[in-house]
């Protein structure tokens, strides 16, 4: 090979500096090619309590992510040792959980349990259970487990430290580029846009498996805080929404415009500029259905302005914050697919608006259940009926059948279902839902 001088080692890369706040353009200086990228990951600190070897691996990475200025290959080496990391995280993860003992549970003998004080011990009896068929013990559960990251997945899973249904198809996609890495077979480099992007989630699944959600996070976000706000609407289509302090003055466009507006009032994500977590489905408001993307709780309404805001000064309610994933949606199919229900709604309703066929899906959007249970009545999209993780989107099946069997797989997740009983209030104009009942 070629031998560079120091000077030479010393000297950005130009391909690094292509890459600038707005994507791949004019060169950045070194100095600000150097603090940009460094800010691109400044931010995801792992929390308290992560496991050393786990930790040092992640901050060795972070430091190593900063010479990716003097040289351009650095990047694509931190997107490869992220995913390595990623199986290291779970196997930390996993011998913290064991507390130095796993048990396996085999068809026929009893349980048994063995110490392991290393994951090479873990690895070694997995491979022994797995040629006996035992599966192995995660709380109420069993998993088939060998040792290998598909079965640290199922593991994280069922022991309920992961969490979120898109975040689960994002473990997939790691886990197909992590068995590129350990296994690869062709040529791939990674940009300072990507590998920021790998650290990042890892970071937040490291956190996640530590029992961290991370607040405003992609993969594993913290719950989200709701505001009161007011929902309004006239007869000539408008609608807004406004917080509730708004309505201490007087509605000019109200008094303008002579069209008296309906009022509710609601719990709701806040619009926040700029924001990964604004709900661009809020005037889709419906309490039969969730037809808005984050959970919108009805308070009051309708009403006039001077009622809503008697209403709020008497009640004072206060904001909340809500985990909108891994949500149990119901749709109901009858004459046309309607849109998902909470539980709670279907559990209210009458003997004869409970006819057709009832999905019982999992989801974190409505949106993401109503397009799953769409796509499964063509087969050919992949998406699946029976029960179990949809490989063609985030969705999962819990069952289907008749309301009472639709009710009845609910029940096996969630509990006993405490019905609820609204008013029937919508805002009367739909882009996203408009053929409701
Ligand atoms: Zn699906």
């Given at each position: 090979m070629e031998i560079r001088s120091f000077e030479d080692l010393r000297a950005a890369d130009n391909l690094s500096l292509a890459f600038n706040p707005y994507g791949l353009g004019s060169r950045m200086k070194p100095d600000d090619a150097a603090e940009f990228q460094q800010r691109q990951i400044a931010d995801c600190d792992l929390a308290e309590g992560v496991a050393a070897g786990t930790r040092a691996s992640f901050e060795r990475l972070r430091t190593v992510f900063a010479y990716g200025v003097l040289c351009y290959d650095v990047y694509t080496m931190v997107g490869d040792q992220a995913l390595l990391i990623y199986e290291q995280a779970l196997r930390d993860r996993f011998m913290e959980w064991s507390a130095g003992t796993i048990t396996f549970r085999f068809s026929q003998d009893p349980d048994a349990s063995f110490a392991v004080t290393s994951y090479d011990d873990v690895k070694r009896l997995a491979d022994r259970m797995a040629r006996r068929r035992a599966k192995l013990v995660v709380a109420t559960n069993t998993i088939e487990f060998n040792g290998m990251l598909h079965g640290l997945r199922q593991w994280a899973r069922t022991a309920g430290l992961l969490r979120g249904r898109r975040s689960r198809t994002i473990e997939d996609a790691l886990a197909k580029l992590r068995n590129h890495v350990a296994h690869p077979s062709g040529h791939h480099v990674d940009t300072p846009v990507g590998a920021a992007q790998t650290v990042r989630d890892l970071a937040e699944l490291i956190n996640q498996l530590w029992g961290w959600a991370t607040?405003?996070?992609?993969?594993?976000?913290a719950p989200l805080h709701r505001e009161i706000a007011v929902l309004s609407w006239n007869g000539s289509g408008r609608a807004r929404m406004e917080p509730a302090?708004?309505?201490?003055v007087p509605d000019p466009a109200e008094e303008r415009e002579g069209d008296e507006y309906q009022h509710v009032v609601v719990r709701a994500v806040p619009f926040i500029p700029?924001?990964?977590?604004?709900?661009?489905?809020?005037?889709?408001?419906d309490t039969r259905y969730e037809t808005t993307r984050f959970p919108t709780e009805y308070l009051w309404g309708p009403g006039t302005r001077e009622e809503a805001r008697a209403w709020l000064e008497y009640e004072r309610p206060e904001g909340d914050s809500v985990d909108f994933t891994d949500r149990v949606f119901l749709i109901q199919d009858h004459e046309r697919l309607l849109p998902p229900m909470r539980p709670a709604v279907a559990a209210g309703l009458l003997d004869d608006e409970r006819l057709g066929v009832w999905h019982a899906v999992r989801a974190d959007f409505p949106d993401d259940a109503f397009a799953h249970v769409r796509g499964s009545?063509?087969?050919?999209?992949?998406?699946?009926?029976?029960?179990?993780?949809?490989p063609a989107c985030s969705a999962e099946v819990l069952g289907s059948g008749s309301y009472d069997e639709a009710a009845r797989a609910t029940t096996a997740v969630l509990g006993p279902i405490q019905a609820v009983q609204l008013p029937a209030v919508r805002l009367p104009l739909s882009i996203f839902w408009p053929d409701r009942p």
């Open positions: 607040p405003g996070g992609r993969l594993y976000p302090g708004a309505l201490s700029n924001s990964r977590w604004n709900d661009d489905h809020w005037a889709e408001f009545g063509d087969r050919s999209t992949g998406h699946v009926r029976l029960p179990g993780d949809c």
